[in-house]
């Protein structure tokens, strides 16, 4: 759903590419720094790092960022590729495994929870890009995309109500997989 808002906010982003465009930092040097921001945010959640939840979630809002200037960045200096996207996407991936690791840690939520979680966080993932190997698209399909699911979770972090907030990103995340799957499933038996 967010994807949507983005294609409306291009204008704005391709500024932020440029800006950011100025620090030489090539569009995967900042999917890196958002994959280490995440790895941060991880370590934070998994008390290995002191800060508590709230900055668990405040770090998950920067390493959202980052994951919107990777991209900005690379159409500003017209540097998308192949090789971008795949190390963009793995970094995402690694990233939000690290941050489940580290809630999982924490013992803040109910583990079974945060597994369901994950496996539908990965399921989202999956489900697109086997879509996608098959010319479906399916980009904005569902409300428990990354971005969404970023943004619950740090909101919930700070405000202190991270389980609620596991289980209602278990709930997208799953609502999501779901719509996919029958979307693809009704797009080939067409």
Do not use: C, H
Not at 62 to 68: A, R
């Amino acid at each position: 759903m967010l994807n949507i808002i983005r294609e409306n906010i291009e204008p704005i982003l391709l500024r932020i590419g440029k800006l950011f465009s100025y620090l030489r930092i090539s569009p995967t040097g900042w999917s890196i720094i958002g994959l280490m921001i995440g790895t941060i945010a991880s370590a934070v959640y998994a008390e290995i790092i002191n800060g508590g939840i709230m900055l668990g979630g405040i770090l998950l809002l920067v390493m959202g960022f980052f994951d919107i200037v990777d991209g900005a960045v690379a159409k500003a200096t017209n540097s998308t590729s192949l090789r971008g996207a795949f190390i963009d996407s793995n970094a995402d991936r690694i990233s939000e495994i690290l941050i489940f690791i580290g809630i999982f840690q924490s013992e803040l939520v109910n583990p079974s929870i945060v597994l369901l979680a994950l496996s539908g966080s990965l399921m989202v993932s999956y489900v697109r890009a086997k879509s996608e190997s098959m010319n479906i698209q399916i980009s904005g399909l569902g409300l428990g995309e990354r971005a969404e699911r970023i943004l619950v979770l740090a909101l919930f972090s700070i405000g202190g109500e991270i389980q609620l907030g596991m289980v209602i990103l278990t709930i997208l995340t799953i609502v999501t997989v779901i719509q996919r799957i029958t979307y693809v499933i009704l797009t080939l038996n067409k």
